[in-house]
């Protein structure tokens, strides 16, 4: 009779333990490309709100770990005479990951604008209390949802003849046309909404180029009321960077 072979598995195999490699290094690519949108750049606020920062950060961290951890323990395993049962690694699920992992890192593609405004309907801006007065300042500093529901609104037409500014990116319109516009996100990319009001006058700019604009209400319905159109009729429009609460329908700042 032949001698018993010794039943043995895969794990000592150098294909497997190349593989096993290979997957713990697809998480640490993984937390790497995390850690560079979240911790040390602010690349991730293209795609989410500032309030996602910290968890994106501990999920690099997370994904950190465990990669290193597990080429520890493979590395441990090897050095261990008596190891023969199977090792599983990493799922295989993480080869998905390779792609978004390395966009991260190389090329972070960039944040939600004119494209994404371009091909959604604005958002449907509600107030459900009474409005409060009016500041005297002039020129009036104003969010695009605070001015969208003054002009359908607001009975009391507080903003009929006084100059807002307000501050939003360059959505092209037909005939050489264009909105003002914020995009919003509750959580991520993912539930964007748009906010825009149309500008008359003013030059042509370039697409996501943002700007802040000075200027009237523009006349067409009857303020306060549905039909009233959310216009404005520009004074003066400035380039501007990009603020840092770019995906919130936020005051412009200075």
Same mark, same amino acid.
């Given at each position: 009779m032949g001698a018993a072979v010794k039943p043995t598995s895969d794990a000592g195999l150098p294909g497997a333990a190349v593989k096993r490699s290979l997957q713990a +290094? *697809?998480? %640490?690519?993984c937390g790497l490309g995390l *850690?560079?949108?979240s911790l040390f750049t602010d690349l991730c606020l293209r795609y989410v709100k500032e309030?996602?920062?910290? /968890?994106?950060?501990a &999920? +690099?961290?997370?994904?950190?770990v465990l990669g290193i951890a597990s080429v520890v323990l493979d590395r441990a395993e090897?050095?261990?005479e008596h190891h023969h049962h199977g090792h599983s690694g990493v799922p295989r699920v993480t080869w998905l990951l390779l792609l978004p992992a390395l966009s991260l890192l190389v090329y972070a593609p960039p944040a939600l604008g004119a494209y994404t405004a371009a091909r959604q309907p604005a958002k449907? %801006?509600?107030?459900? &209390?009474d409005f409060d007065p009016l500041p005297r300042t002039s020129p009036l /500093?104003?969010?695009?949802?605070d001015f969208t529901s003054r002009v359908r609104q607001d009975r009391g037409q507080a903003i009929k003849g006084r100059t807002i500014r307000m501050t939003g990116f360059v959505t092209p319109g037909d005939g050489g046309s264009w909105e003002l516009t914020r995009i919003i996100l509750n959580c991520c990319?993912?539930?964007a909404q748009s906010v825009k009001v149309r500008i008359h006058g003013g030059p042509a700019l370039p697409a996501n180029t943002w700007v802040t604009v000075t200027g009237t209400w523009h006349p067409g319905g009857t303020l306060g009321t549905g039909s009233a159109q959310v216009g404005l009729d520009a004074r003066t429009v400035t380039k501007v960077p990009r603020p840092a609460n770019g995906y919130q329908d936020a005051l412009p700042l200075g």
């Open positions: +290094g *697809l998480l %640490v690519l *850690l560079h949108v309030g996602m920062r910290l /968890p994106l950060i &999920s +690099g961290v997370v994904l950190l090897e050095a261990d449907a %801006v509600v107030h459900d &209390s /500093p104003m969010t695009l949802s990319a993912a539930d």
